[in-house]
């Protein structure tokens, strides 16, 4: 267990619907970055925050958002989603903002019908 | 051409036997290197990681990086089923104000056969 904890584990949903999935990052850890899973794509990174603040920004489409919050609990936001937006979204948390020092949760299956 | 580059695989070894894995990169700004290994349904798992050019070896773990041409490997010793994952190599540079972003290889399946 690596101390992040993502809910919800698996979502189905259906096309043009918006979904939150929530990260908790591990106790002590200020940073949070999100990334998405897909077959033919991989591990892609989305959005990086550190202390609520945004810190860095990848291939993250103009339909998801994401948020930390005071007590560093992360959201990620889907809306209108479409049928290639299904994958795996995973959190991983640092203590600062170093990479070799991040941690994944489990993930959450998206699946979008 | 992708930043990174991973041979998908499948690779099948017997148990016991040396594992190579491998990356390739385009990006001479990556400055550091890492792998993870990653079980059926389950999160990525960082394994090791290398600041540059260089080993470093873990149990039975080695990462070698060869910023000159490069080129990245994980060697396995001694492999177990244990070991058998999807290994996904991965690698940063800095992104500006000590923020760092991770590129990932598509990964490479390993099965280690009893």
């Known amino acids: 267990d690596s101390g992040v904890t993502q809910t919800p584990k698996h979502l189905i949903t259906a096309t043009g619907q918006r979904v939150t999935l929530r990260c908790s990052p591990r106790?002590?850890?200020?940073?949070v970055y999100w990334y998405q899973q897909s077959l033919d794509q991989g591990l892609q990174f989305l959005i990086q925050y550190y202390n609520g603040e945004e810190r860095a920004k990848g291939n993250i489409l103009e339909r998801f958002s994401a948020q930390q919050f005071p007590d560093l609990h992360s959201e990620l936001n889907l809306s209108s989603l479409e049928l290639g937006d299904s994958a795996l979204y995973f959190c991983?948390?640092?203590?600062?903002?170093?990479?070799?020092?991040?941690?994944f949760g489990q993930g959450t299956r998206l699946t979008v019908v | 051409q992708k930043e990174v580059e991973q041979d998908p695989g499948p690779l099948s070894v017997p148990e016991g036997a040396i594992v190579s894995l491998n990356c390739t990169y385009s990006?001479?700004?990556?400055?550091?290197f890492m792998w993870y290994r990653q079980y059926s349904r389950k999160g990525p798992e960082l394994l090791m990681y290398?600041?540059?050019?260089g080993n470093k070896e873990d149990g039975r773990f080695t990462a070698q990086v060869d910023k000159s041409s490069k080129y990245i490997s994980l060697f396995i010793r001694d492999s177990q089923p244990s070991d058998s994952a999807t290994y996904l190599c991965?690698?940063?540079?800095?992104?500006?104000?000590?923020?760092?972003?991770?590129?990932f290889g598509k990964g490479t399946k390993l099965s280690v056969i009893p």
């Open positions: 990006n001479s700004a990556f400055q550091y």
């Open positions: 991983a948390s640092s203590v600062a903002g170093q990479v070799t020092e991040a941690f």
């Open positions: 290398t600041y540059s050019s």
């Open positions: 991965a690698m940063s540079a800095l992104q500006g104000a000590g923020s760092y972003q991770l590129t």
């Open positions: 106790s002590g850890d200020l940073s």
